[in-house]
């Protein structure tokens, strides 16, 4: 027998508890905050632990990043980019395939029907080529605007996009991080991602009051003229419309050309940084405001 002050050498200590990152801990306090938001930041909240499991072994990709090659891809539009240059492990791309759709169904974001579509894909041998044609499809939209072509008809799903979308963030955003160190994107000039050609769906007002839009894709960061439309260009400033929360925090940017509207976080009054998965959320009835005023 041991001594009660003695530990058994058989007996493994409980492990400690892991540290949560800052973002989960906002997420948690903004819970507490706006309880009407739960089903959204649990999702969030589930989507989180999702991707901290996987991005550990998500490998640094190399990018082609030079002064010459940013100016080419700038001219000819094309994102820097390469789908075969994403640092993809299909075991762990399945897997978040299927549990970002177990999450959404979970908190209500997924039908049953789409539920057993997207399962089906993540099981099946052909997943790296539909996760290639939807990465590949908003690149070849934006380039192709760019030349002057007319648009292609679309041949997205709308669910298959969202989840993949989702499940995809971890790859993307390693490749994000990379460029984000290494490259000066203030050459960029368009309102799309130069590092993956995602849509920006969120951005951020700076303290040096500059706006840099946020990928909807990985998460990248750039500088873009403040009251310009990322999405159709109008550079008008008297059709465009701002408004923002009595505390100043947020703010949203609508266009009254193309009617769609950006969100941003104004870093100028703030205590910290943005945190696109908080403040996402956290803006969510800013968004039913946008659209009662006939912005989508």
Not at 36 to 63: F, G, K
Not at 237 to 254: E, K, L, M, Q
Not at 271 to 294: E, I, N
Request: glycine share 4%; proline share 7%; with cysteine.
């Amino acid at each position: 027998m041991y001594d009660r002050g003695v530990s058994d050498p058989t007996v493994r200590p409980p492990r400690s508890p892991r540290a949560e990152t800052r973002e989960v801990a906002e997420l948690r306090l903004l819970r507490a905050q706006h309880p009407e938001l739960a089903t959204a930041i649990d999702l969030h909240l589930d989507l989180s632990e999702l991707y901290r499991r996987v991005q550990s072994r998500v490998t640094v990709p190399w990018l082609d990043i030079t002064a010459d090659s940013l100016a080419r891809h700038d001219a000819e539009g094309r994102p820097l980019l390469a789908f075969e240059a994403i640092p993809i492990e299909m075991t762990d791309l399945r897997l978040l395939v299927r549990q970002t759709a177990d999450v959404m169904r979970r908190h209500g974001a997924l039908e049953d029907a789409d539920y057993q579509r997207v399962q089906a894909a993540g099981r099946d041998m052909g997943l790296l080529t539909l996760v290639s044609q939807w990465y590949r499809r908003t690149a070849e939209r934006h380039v192709a605007a760019v030349a002057g072509a007319a648009p292609s008809a679309p041949d997205d799903d709308a669910i298959v996009d969202q989840v993949l979308t989702l499940a995809m963030r971890p790859f993307l955003a390693r490749c994000a991080e990379v460029a984000q160190q290494r490259a000066d994107l203030s050459r960029w000039t368009h309102g799309y991602c130069p590092v993956c050609g995602g849509d920006p769906d969120f951005s951020v007002v700076t303290p040096a009051a500059e706006r840099h839009l946020i990928c909807s894709r990985c998460a990248l960061q750039w500088k873009f003229p403040s009251l310009t439309c990322p999405y159709c260009l109008n550079e008008d400033r008297a059709r465009v419309t701002s408004f923002a929360t009595p505390d100043g925090r947020y703010r949203v940017y609508g266009c009254d050309v193309c009617h769609r509207y950006l969100k941003a976080y104004d870093a100028r009054r703030a205590t910290r940084p943005v945190m696109p998965m908080v403040d996402s959320v956290a803006t969510l009835p800013l968004d039913a405001a946008a659209m009662q005023r006939g912005y989508v």
